[in-house]
């Protein structure tokens, strides 16, 4: 072990050497807050003497990419409507300059309006609600010490992907599979 950092989970995180051949983690974290369900990429430099002074930690992530879903939360947004994101998949491809990978992300997002004699009892019917989502694909470059995402992704606002224009009607209440 080279270092240890209490919090640190990298069971979900893929190596890449940077360009001056030290090893960056690029992980995915989930976490369950009382506005919704985040799911975020990020890029950690474990070695990194820096603190990130704002979280505390002993490490230094640069968030690239997330999702929020706030149905899983039974929390609708300022607009009345609630949200459903989650990254399906990750993928790493080898791009052709060294220490550069392509990394293409794969989530679903959707929005909806839920009708509130529904959703007062989301906390019962969490299980049952669903609304409908779309596929979007997202692609990133690590060039060897950070990343870049493409000019031709979906909208995204600061990392986050955007769900605008992905409204859909209210969901069916269906039986879990």
């Known amino acids: 072990m080279v270092r240890y950092s209490p919090g640190l989970n990298a069971d979900d995180c893929k190596k890449l050497t ?11 974290v989930s976490e369950r807050h009382s506005g919704g369900l985040d799911w975020s990429l990020y890029l950690m430099d474990v070695g ?15 968030y690239f990419f997330g999702v929020t879903g706030t149905l899983a939360a039974c929390f609708k947004l300022p607009d009345g409507d609630v949200d459903s994101g989650k990254i399906e998949s990750v993928a790493f491809v080898p791009a052709p300059t060294r220490h550069a990978v392509r990394i293409v992300v794969t989530a679903r997002l959707g929005k ?7 959703f007062e009892d989301c906390h019962v019917l969490q299980d049952k ?3 409908a989502t779309v596929r979007r694909r997202y692609e990133f ?15 995204t606002r600061y ?12 969901p069916a209440l269906r039986s879990p599979d």
Not at 18 to 24: E, I, P, Q
Not at 48 to 62: H, M
């Open 129 to 131: 609600l669903r609304i």
């Open 48 to 62: 990194n003497p820096r603190k990130q002074e704002d979280a505390g930690d002993s490490y230094v992530r640069a």
């Open 141 to 155: 470059l690590f060039d060897g010490r950070r990343v870049v995402p493409s000019r031709t992704n979906p909208p």
């Open 159 to 170: 990392e986050a992907a955007i769900g605008g224009g992905l409204k859909v009607p209210p």
């Open 112 to 118: 909806a309006a839920i009708p509130d004699r529904i």
């Open 18 to 28: 940077g360009t001056d051949g030290r090893d960056l983690l690029i992980c995915e």
